[in-house]
């Protein structure tokens, strides 16, 4: 269903790619994780993921915003706010912390829906 998509997580912590990890891999997704440093080393990532799980608390606010995530779908977490946004709202999704893994799971899978070619 979803063979060959990517989902970058960009967390100091590795607990959400974990879980991201165990519930989407088994589905034919990659899950890949960053972790908060700065820059952020997105060259160290070989494709350009279909979905970007950003933990704004984790980042500078400049960096969650970065042009390097423009135009990639988003799932924010966190309580910090990220300036105002031009991205259509199907393109993104924001969770506040504390959240819960299957809305996390929900949110990925209704971008990565969007973003596969049919």
Excluded at 74 to 97: E, M, N, W, Y
Aim: aromatic fraction near 4%; proline fraction near 9%.
């Amino acid at each position: 269903m979803n063979d060959g998509q990517h989902v970058l997580v960009v967390d100091e912590l590795t607990e959400t790619q974990e879980v991201l990890q165990a519930i989407l891999s088994p589905r034919g997704l990659t899950v890949d994780h960053i972790q908060r440093t700065a820059p952020v080393p997105f060259n160290r990532i070989e494709e350009t993921p279909d979905v970007v799980v950003i933990d704004a608390d984790s980042l500078p606010s400049q960096q969650a915003a970065s042009v390097r995530w423009q135009g990639i779908p988003q799932v924010i977490i966190g309580s910090a706010t990220i300036s105002a946004d031009p991205r259509p709202a199907a393109t993104q999704r924001h969770l506040s912390k504390p959240f819960q893994f299957p809305e996390l799971i929900q949110a990925v899978e209704q971008l990565l829906s969007a973003t596969r070619p049919d």
